[in-house]
């Protein structure tokens, strides 16, 4: 079963920093894409962060470039989300989801909350 797992999530005052964590499995992780992707509460979906297969080639939405960064560690099948300097507009459901273009499978997300 193709499954995404995402974890990290939690409460953070703005300024601070949270690293997120997706458990990739019943797939081959080393040759997919990886994505995060955000909803804010009462909003649509916003696309984050995309990263290849070898994880040297990461790109960042304008909103977030600078203070996030997206890895991925293919020997664990994981992906991450270190996220820098967090602000109020940050706080959303967090998912990691596999694909380049098409987002195919998606995990079931991690809440952030950045307030104080």
């Known amino acids: 079963e193709v499954q995404l797992v995402e974890s990290g999530g939690g409460l953070v005052q703005p300024g601070g920093s949270l690293r997120l964590s997706c458990a990739a499995s019943?797939?081959?992780?080393?040759?997919?894409?990886m994505n995060w992707v955000r909803q804010a509460p009462g909003k649509g979906f916003e696309w984050v962060s995309v990263?290849?297969?070898?994880?040297?080639?990461?790109v960042h939405a304008d909103s977030v470039k600078g203070r996030f960064r997206i890895s991925r560690d293919n020997a664990k099948n994981t992906l991450f989300l270190q996220m820098d300097k967090l602000k109020p507009e940050d706080t959303a459901v967090y998912y990691c989801?596999?694909?380049?273009?098409?987002?195919?499978?998606w995990g079931q997300g991690t809440l952030v909350t950045v307030s104080s």
């Open positions: 989801a596999r694909g380049a273009g098409d987002l195919e499978v």
């Open positions: 019943g797939f081959t992780f080393s040759t997919a894409a």
């Open positions: 990263i290849d297969t070898s994880g040297s080639n990461p």
